[in-house]
């Protein structure tokens, strides 16, 4: 079935460290690729999104580009801050009727002081 | 505009008993989605539903679960004769289309069995 590969947390960076979270998902179809960010004790929020090959998701400096040729959807930002302290979840979402995302595992991210 | 809301925040259940969760969407919404989170874990989906019908419940346990979407009022998750195994965050997201597009999710719920 469908189904997407995260990089496992949890990752810990020093504040103003350069951020890589790594997300391949299956190529079965076309689907639209998204990144959410769950805070302590919330639900997801939307992060970015890319709906088509080569597309760049940006948002809050964090930006992700849909890479066609290797499935994969990395998030970066250049300069983490502490209230980027989160967990990140990758989520293709797959055309079929039921349009239901496939979320990766999550991974948790500490930024320290 | 309200954002997804979900209640209760939090319902602790003895085993055996039955629980009730509740999701209203947001307003103008009318696809719902339930998802469970188990500790450490990823969102599993497991079932979406459009008003009064149920599209796709897949993801959904066989026995003790069941979902509901009516004409008027709140989505219900409800599980019948809870087990440990049930405790987890239930979460809710609505959606103005059937597209594949954005999902808002609701704060969750977190249900734990005793």
């Known amino acids: 079935g469908d189904s997407v590969t995260q990089m496992e947390g949890p990752v810990t960076l020093s504040e103003e460290a350069f951020l890589t979270i790594n997300c391949t998902y299956t190529?079965?179809?076309?689907?639209?690729l998204f990144w959410y960010v769950q805070y302590p004790g919330e639900g997801l929020q939307l992060l970015l999104k890319a709906t088509k090959a080569d597309d760049k998701g940006s948002n809050k400096g964090f930006e992700a580009t849909y890479r066609k040729e290797t499935t994969s959807f990395h998030l970066e930002k250049g300069s983490v801050q502490v209230s980027d302290s989160a967990v990140y979840f990758c989520?293709?979402?797959?055309?079929?009727?039921?349009?239901?995302?496939?979320f990766g595992p999550g991974t948790r991210l500490s930024v320290l002081p | 505009n309200a954002g997804v809301m979900q209640n209760p925040r939090h319902l602790v259940r003895r085993r055996g008993q039955e629980a009730r969760l509740r999701c209203s969407p947001m307003?103008?919404?009318?696809?719902v989605y339930w998802y469970r989170q188990l500790p450490e874990e990823g969102l599993k989906f497991m079932v979406y539903?459009?008003?009064?019908?149920?599209?796709?419940e897949s993801g959904m346990p066989k026995e003790r679960f069941s979902a509901e979407f009516p004409k008027e009022g709140p989505s219900i998750l409800r599980i019948q004769q809870v087990v440990r195994g049930d405790s987890a965050a239930y979460f809710c997201?609505?959606?103005?289309?059937?597209?594949?597009?954005?999902?808002?999710f609701g704060p969750g719920t977190r249900l734990t069995v005793t």
């Open positions: 989520a293709p979402s797959y055309h079929n009727y039921g349009q239901n995302f496939v």
């Open positions: 997201a609505s959606s103005p289309r059937p597209t594949p597009d954005e999902q808002y």
């Open positions: 190529a079965t179809g076309y689907p639209s």
């Open positions: 539903l459009q008003k009064e019908n149920i599209i796709d």
């Open positions: 307003k103008g919404h009318s696809h």
